[in-house]
């Protein structure tokens, strides 16, 4: 894992040496090991290197002299021996490094060459001969691409904002577009960024850019149409052994490797299979003192797999400075408390591994949120029921009042369990699925993403930043007349890379620590999507293809437990004497910086008013806002 950047402007690159450097200065932390420069007449490549694989022979920008091209990546190109003999690669590469290969397939395929490219990356190759930029970013934008253009024209690009602003040749301007869409859903929208004047390149994307000043963006990959042909038996049969490739090829590391290991499915289901390669693996899980624990979950799959188990305990730490450490990471809001934990077990992880295989993507991939993707297939259901929805709605609280009586009866008694407590949420699914079906759900797309948001209209007009336009959501995945479906594709091609992909990335990139993602690989993901709906959920259960794959190699406990996700006490949080302190002297100070961009009576309306999300959100736009530099217009 890495960092890049570059500088490209005709007939100076070679002046920009300062610019260069202070840009790898700035994410120096995502490649401690090793940097590197190089200068065409037109293009200044630099790269900051964390080595994991050909340590020796692995430094970049990497130079083709067959064809006078140089190329800077981050990521890692699975499978890159098989593409080697399968693309008869063989006479131009001469290292065992995976960089060298984007090399040569650009030397035989040219633009075309991404089709040819798995894994995670983000890389950038300069073509002397043609004197053009190549650019992409993977299908999934696990690995970050930050473009801009500079006061005297120069096309800037890298890894992170926060290293194209220390050129000093971009004045970031504040797109309270944007910042209306953060305060609806807590994070930026992956096909943008919080600035006017700074771009990302989207997931599944390349970019040309050539001496004319002409960026050419273009799709190279789609999510695929579903599969209605596939059956369950062999359904099953593929996502296991795609499963099983994946890992294996993500288990390549010429440096210690471990896994996260939550109480949930995803990663033990990683660990599970990784251990079968890899004996002795180092797990890595962590506790919440006052939030949701699930660490006893993980060490059970830890003693089943004789793994090296490490368990982080949340008392370890002050929230408040851990604030702040996570504003000089993110360059934009992202109002996720898991960021902390995600950054404190990435911590942790790095004082015995450099290499860590997560679960993240399972939820999306296989229908893993509960609360969201099973209770839109009820309420669907219930719309096309002769049941009357009101009648419906009586006998489902009736049922759920008898359900919380009995809980607390088996509490009493010590009797409760996670098959109860399964029963229970599953009858409140239905229960709010109930009230869903009332309404319109004709465009579920719409109304998901509004049933999401953190603050509402009313709340986002006290602020002063209505109206906004929200158009620049990727529209052209969707299928026609597959609504469930298309619920999971929003979560994948916005949330996903929007938040997960952000979160891991800048929490283990912080450490120098690279993390894998096996149920995104290329081949596996593509299927995983292209499988029918109730594959992924059918009637209550959540991940069903998953369960059917791969149940005998959990622990009963995670498998009948009800996960819960990686979720932090952010309620405690907001009560701890030093982030009400935070919170006054942000949010109460009618001089703070945060009320250039919102209305500091609307503010303190939503702050008497709302607990949870809304003040936590505004009090990581405050914070952000105090630190980081922008203009506004």
Not at 85 to 110: F, H, M, P, Q, W
């Amino acid at each position: 894992m890495c960092g890049i950047s570059g500088i490209v402007i005709k007939e100076r690159a070679r002046q920009y040496k300062n610019e260069l450097y202070n840009m790898r200065e700035s994410i120096r932390y995502r490649g401690p090991d090793e940097e590197g420069e190089y200068y065409f007449d037109n293009c200044a490549l630099g790269h900051v290197r964390l080595s994991i694989i050909d340590i020796k022979n692995g430094q970049q920008p990497m130079l083709n002299n067959r064809n006078k091209t140089a190329v800077v990546f981050n990521g890692e190109i699975y499978g890159y021996r098989d593409i080697i003999i399968k693309e008869d690669l063989t006479n131009r590469v001469s290292t065992s490094c995976d960089t060298e290969v984007l090399l040569a397939l650009y030397e035989k395929y040219g633009t075309d060459m991404m089709k040819k490219v798995p894994g995670m990356f983000a890389f950038a190759i300069w073509d002397d001969l043609n004197q053009r930029l190549f650019c992409a970013r993977d299908r999934f934008g696990e690995k970050p691409f930050y473009y801009a253009f500079g006061r005297n024209g120069e096309f800037i690009f890298a890894s992170e904002i926060k290293a194209i602003l220390a050129t000093g040749l971009v004045e970031p301007v504040l797109d309270k577009n944007v910042l209306g869409s953060y305060l609806k859903r807590s994070y930026v929208y992956p096909t943008k960024t919080i600035y006017k004047n700074v771009f990302a390149l989207p997931p599944a994307h390349q970019l040309i850019f050539d001496l004319e000043g002409e960026a050419n963006i273009s799709r190279y990959w789609d999510l695929p149409q579903t599969n209605k042909l596939i059956t369950e038996e062999e359904a099953v049969e593929e996502f296991t052994r795609l499963f099983h490739k994946a890992v294996r090829n993500q288990l390549v590391a010429d440096v210690p490797l471990g896994a996260f290991l939550s109480g949930g499915l995803d990663s033990g289901t990683v660990v599970s299979v990784a251990s079968e390669y890899k004996p002795n693996l180092t797990t890595i899980s962590f506790a919440f003192e006052n939030g949701v624990d699930e660490s006893k979950y993980a060490e059970g799959m830890a003693k089943k797999y004789g793994t090296n188990h490490i368990t982080l305990h949340s008392g370890d730490y002050n929230i408040a400075d851990l604030l702040n450490k996570m504003n000089v990471l993110f360059d934009e809001p992202l109002a996720d408390p898991a960021t902390v934990p995600a950054y404190l077990i990435s911590k942790a992880a790095r004082d015995n591994v450099k290499v860590v295989l997560t679960g993240d993507a399972g939820d999306e991939l296989l229908g893993g949120y509960s609360y969201a993707y099973r209770t839109m297939a009820y309420a669907l259901k219930y719309q096309q029921s002769a049941i009357p929805l009101g009648l419906r709605e009586f006998l489902l609280h009736v049922i759920e009042h008898f359900d919380y009586r009995s809980m607390k009866a088996l509490e009493k008694k010590g009797r409760y369990d996670s098959l109860t407590d399964i029963r229970r949420r599953d009858n409140s699914l239905k229960h709010n699925a109930a009230k869903n079906a009332k309404l319109d759900l004709s465009d579920i797309i719409d109304f998901y993403r509004n049933s999401n948001r953190i603050m509402d209209e009313d709340m986002l007009g006290k602020l002063g930043i209505l109206p906004f336009d929200e158009s620049y959501f990727i529209s052209d995945q969707y299928l026609t007349g597959n609504q469930l479906d298309n619920l999971l594709r929003y979560d994948i091609v916005g949330y996903l890379p929007g938040n997960g992909f952000l979160k891991t990335d800048r929490t283990t990139m912080a450490v120098s620590l690279e993390s894998r993602t096996p149920f995104c690989d290329y081949e596996l993901a593509d299927f995983c999507i292209s499988l029918p709906f109730e594959y992924k959920v059918k009637g209550n259960i959540d991940k069903y293809i998953l369960r059917k794959a791969f149940s005998d190699k959990w622990t009963d406990e995670i498998k009948h437990n009800v996960k819960n996700g990686f979720s932090p006490p952010m309620g405690e949080w907001l009560k701890d004497r030093e982030i009400v302190a935070m919170t006054g002297d942000l949010l109460r100070n009618p001089n703070g910086k945060v009320f250039s961009v919102i209305d500091y009576n609307g503010t303190q309306q939503i702050l008497d008013g709302a607990e949870g999300w809304p003040k936590w959100e505004l009090l990581i736009l405050a914070l952000w806002i105090e630190t980081h530099k922008c203009y506004v217009e």
